[in-house]
T-cell receptor
Framework: DAGVIQSPRHEVTEMGQEVTLRCKPI?????LFWYRQTMMRGLELLIY????????DSGMPEDRFSAKMPNASFSTLKIQPSEPRDSAVYFC??????????????FGPGTRLLVL | SQQGEEDPQALSIQEGENATMNCSYK?????LQWYRQNSGRGLVHLIL?????REKHSGRLRVTLDTSKKSSSLLITASRAADTASYFC??????????FGTGTRLQVTL
């Protein structure tokens, strides 16, 4: 398996523009997670899905952020309009819950977003 | 929140020495995991310890868990330059999500 795939790897955009980040989870995984990592705030969970359904979006910072998972092999995280404070590395991760609640999350390489 | 908090924030050692990182969390957990992040990369799972386990080994890694103190430690023995990375603990409770700590930045010098 190729692992979790994210695109683009780098994105530079201007304030006010729409940004769409994409993720393809590992085939067969039931869970998909979106994280944001910054120096100031560390690694933050934004939202996660189970079987394509959003379960917890309490980490989504504000209405400018939205995430979708139209099918088991694709998810998007959209920021509209983008702001400089959204600059961060955005990670997608996927996992499969094993018996006993044990899970290992597999992370993608991340998308480095810079909003000017 | 079951947020893990790692200690120290940064650690610098020489190759061959052992590195110990600590993690504390706030509420009851099902398991606790340690991840490594190399610069510019995503996190990679290292080891998982269940709440009913006290110690676990994997190669040069040794993890302990003390649920009474709500703490865990990660020991890397005979460190190598390639171990240079940030290390995160993550606690899992009743929900499926992990809550990561702020990480320990480990620097292993030759």
């Amino acid at each position: 398996d190729a692992g979790v795939i994210q695109s683009p790897r780098h994105e530079v955009t201007e304030m006010g523009q729409e940004v769409t980040l994409r993720c393809k989870p590992i085939s067969g995984h039931d869970y998909l997670f979106w994280y944001r990592q910054t120096m100031m705030r560390g690694l933050e969970l934004l939202i996660y899905f189970n079987n394509n359904v959003p379960i917890d979006d309490s980490g989504m910072p504000e209405d400018r952020f939205s995430a979708k998972m139209p099918n088991a092999s694709f998810s998007t995280l959209k920021i509209q309009p983008s702001e400089p404070r959204d600059s961060a590395v955005y990670f997608c991760a996927s996992s499969n819950i094993l018996a006993g609640g044990e899970e290992t999350q597999y992370f993608g390489p991340g998308t480095r977003l810079l909003v000017l | 929140s079951q947020q893990g908090e790692e200690d120290p924030q940064a650690l610098s050692i020489q190759e061959g020495e052992n590195a110990t990182m600590n993690c504390s969390y706030k509420t009851s957990i099902n398991n606790l995991q340690w991840y490594r992040q190399n610069s510019g990369r995503g996190l990679v799972h290292l080891i998982l310890i269940r709440s009913n386990e006290r110690e676990k080994h994997s190669g040069r890694l040794r993890v302990t868990l003390d649920t009474s103190k709500k703490s865990s430690s990660l020991l890397i023995t005979a460190s190598r330059a390639a171990d240079t990375a940030s290390y995160f603990c993550a606690a899992t409770g009743t929900a499926s999500k992990l809550t990561f700590g702020t990480g320990t930045r480990l620097q292993v010098t030759l």
